[in-house]
């Protein structure tokens, strides 16, 4: 493998370039598994676009992008890439604002290069294994460790008040408020900045958390899954990115409802 550093100005400067084209294409609003679930031109090109940059540098490596996801393929690598190209599908419809573009690099299952880039106001997250977590050239420090009753959280609020409606109403009542971006990869930026102290999603693709392993271990935060365990690429999973104290109290408030043990 090349040098990181060298690859990380390769990733940043395609970014830059691919993200152009979110004013460019005309599109048409489809439909996923359900109503809510949105899919555009643009999702599906953006994810293109980053492929085709990847693979004219590394052919031999392995892409897993929201779009082109097959359940049934093995992706096992030791050289992979998860793409969501748009995340924040529906704000990017009904605002064309908070959306970004979510990428992780894995060497040998090991998080190496992640990112999550708001196009919009130009933000690029980016982290290199063992050199922090940068905004654009801005070191991130390592948020305060503060718990429910302390901080601002967020959830991925419809499904977690259909499915966990104990959880939410707890979640509502106990934290200091609740807040919700409205993107997995926004509002977990939120956490990694300390704006939030946590961001939890009742079920998401490995595009929608791939960039959290390597954010995560820089910063001492937590990202698990609500069985105590870190998710797995290898399918949708529920999760958890907090503050050690917050996620102390997820877990006495999982325990209270007997939920998910
Ligand atoms: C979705 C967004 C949303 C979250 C969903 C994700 P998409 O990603 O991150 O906030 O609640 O679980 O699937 O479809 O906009 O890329
Ligand atoms: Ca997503
Ligand atoms: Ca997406």
Redesign the pocket.
């Given at each position: 493998m090349e040098n990181l550093k060298e690859l990380d100005r390769f990733i940043k400067s395609s970014f830059r370039k691919v993200s152009k084209i979110i004013d460019k294409i005309e599109y048409k609003v489809e439909n996923?598994t359900n109503e809510r679930?949105?899919?555009t031109e643009v999702?599906r090109e953006m994810e293109r676009l980053i492929t085709e940059a990847i693979k004219s540098r590394f052919p031999d490596h392995t892409i897993l992008g929201?779009e082109t996801y097959n359940p049934e393929k093995d992706y096992s690598s030791d050289n992979l890439w998860v793409i969501?190209?748009?995340?924040?599908?529906?704000?990017?419809v009904k605002q064309f604002y908070d959306?970004s573009t979510l990428l992780a690099y894995f060497e040998n299952g090991e998080p190496m290069l992640s990112y999550i880039y708001d196009i919009k106001k130009d933000e690029l997250y980016s982290a290199m294994k063992g050199e922090g977590v940068y905004k654009n050239d801005e070191k991130i420090e390592t948020p305060e460790n503060l718990g429910l009753n302390e901080t601002l959280i967020s959830v991925?609020?419809?499904?977690t008040y259909q499915y966990m409606p104990e959880l939410f109403g707890k979640l509502v009542m106990e934290g200091f408020g609740m807040r919700?971006?409205?993107?997995?990869?926004l509002?977990g930026i939120r956490v990694i900045e300390g704006r939030f102290g946590a961001y939890m999603?009742?079920?998401?693709?490995p595009?929608?958390f791939a960039p959290y392993y390597l954010f995560c271990d820089e910063l001492g935060l937590v990202f698990k899954n609500l069985d105590g365990e870190t998710p797995s690429l290898s399918g949708y999973s529920n999760y958890i990115i907090a503050t050690s104290k917050v996620y102390e109290d997820f877990k006495k408030i999982l325990d209270e409802l007997g939920e998910l043990k």
């Open positions: 996923k679930d949105l899919v999702d929201e969501d190209p748009i995340d924040g599908t529906t704000n990017f959306f991925d609020i419809r499904r919700s971006v409205g993107g997995s990869g509002d999603n009742f079920s998401g693709g595009w929608d």
